[in-house]
Every structure is written in C-alpha cells, then in structure tokens.
C-alpha cells in the first residue's frame, strides 16, 4: 500500500447496475479522479459493448472491474464502507455529506481497503445493504429535483475525494485500526444466534432489533481489539 495515496485503496461498488452503459461512465468518472477500482455486485450485464462505449479511455479499470455475486463478497477486507444514499431512511446510520465523507474514507484509506457503495439506477440501496456499511453519504442537491445519474453521482463522490487527497496525504496522525467488514459481520451472526438461544429475540417477530444493534455498532466504529472483547463476552455468555 501507497501510505500517500489512499486513493489506491479506495474500492467503488456498483450493486445491481441494470444498464452497463452507466457502468463504463462510472469507470471514466472514476479513472478521471485517479480511482482503479471497481466492483460490481450482480450487475444484470457485464462485460457489454455499452460500458465499453462509455468507459472512453478507462477500459483498464473495466478490465480490472471485479464482478462479485454477494454484497459481502465485494465488501471483504475492508475496513470502512460507506454508502451513497439520496432517501432518508428510518433507522439510518450517521449520515455525511460528500464533502465531509471523502475525508474520512481516505483517513481509513490510509490503513487498508475502505469501500464507496452505490445502489441501482431505480431504487438506490436497500435497508440491507446499507446496514453493511458505518456510514450514510449524500450528495446535496435541489430538493425538488435530487435524482442523478449513477455516473454523475459517483463523478460528484470521486472528485470530492480527489479534492480531500492534499490534505490526507500530509497527514502523519495514526489511524484507529478498525476491525475489517468480514470479522465485524461473523460477530453479528454470533450475537444474533446467542440472542436467539437466550430467548432475547423471537426469530419469528425479530422486529427491528438486530437492525438497530447494527446502527449502534456502526456508530462506534469498532477496532479490532474492542471486536475481539465483544468476541469474547459471547462466549462467556455462551457457557
């Protein structure tokens, strides 16, 4: 890892993208920005001549495009996932604007893979989607008319990251090393299934329990020597 360019460990995801076309603009937005990689999540497809007509001159970062079946599968090893949202969300994680997102994936972009979510062109992200990620980002536009283009979204978000680069590269402050997305989700399974033998939670009328454990946990931002406590009072519990 480049310490000085945590642009190199900034992943953008794509789930569910049903016209490719918007795939290669994002790829383009992307290469324009100095970002490389890209994943997409069971993109309806890929590769196609339309992504590659519209990714002009950043057919690299379509080769180098991973094609993942699972959110989970594209979101393992890192360790900060932050997804773009235009809806409100009841129960929503701690939300940023662009501005104030870009600087802190490139903070944790200094440690490992940090990861830029974006849902599909129609409905954007599920509640599930975006309950895999700490953080919320949205990008303000005119309230009367918020849509925008997949591409031009991640235009806005690649070049809010490339403006907060300067100031993340000087920086020598260290960083809290978070706890990655795979470890932090087998600590979820746990403790849902501890709540279950315990009789806390009815898997038949969950509710929304589990989903507001997620915000609170996310809000926390666990590092991995907290995870490894929480790990631990599990399996004391489980005794």
């Known amino acids: 890892m480049n310490k000085h360019n945590p642009l190199d460990n900034v992943r953008i995801v794509l ?3 049903s016209h490719p076309g918007n ?15 890209l994943y997409l999540v069971n993109p ?3 590769p196609d001549p339309a992504a590659i007509a519209r990714a002009t001159g950043a057919l690299d970062v379509l080769e180098r495009a991973r094609v993942c079946s699972s959110l989970d599968e594209a ?10 949202t235009a809806r409100s969300r009841d129960l929503a994680h701690e939300t940023l604007t662009a501005r104030e997102a870009a600087p802190v994936l490139l903070e944790h972009g200094l440690q490992g893979p940090v990861a830029l979510l974006f849902g599909t062109e129609m409905s954007g992200l599920t509640n599930e989607e975006t309950g895999k990620c700490q953080l919320l980002a949205h990008i303000p536009t005119n309230p009367d008319y918020s849509s925008l283009n997949l ?3 991640v235009q806005v978000m690649a070049y809010e990251l490339r403006t907060a680069l300067p100031e993340a590269a000087a920086t020598d402050a260290k960083v809290r090393p978070l706890a990655s997305f795979e470890d932090v989700e087998f600590f979820y399974q746990r403790l849902e299934q501890i709540l279950v033998e315990t009789e806390f939670l009815d898997p038949a009328q969950p509710k929304r329990l589990m989903a507001r454990l997620r915000r609170m946990f996310a809000r926390a931002r666990l590092e991995a020597q907290e995870l490894n406590i929480l790990q631990g009072m599990l399996t004391a519990l489980r005794k």
């Not at 290669?24 to 920005?33: E, F, L, W």
């Open 23 to 37: 795939i290669g603009a994002a790829a383009r937005a992307m290469k324009t920005m100095g970002l490389g990689t």
């Open 151 to 153: 591409g031009a979204a």
């Open 15 to 17: 789930s569910h993208t």
């Open 75 to 84: 979101l393992h090893g890192t360790v900060l996932a932050v997804a773009c």
């Open 44 to 46: 309806k497809s890929f």
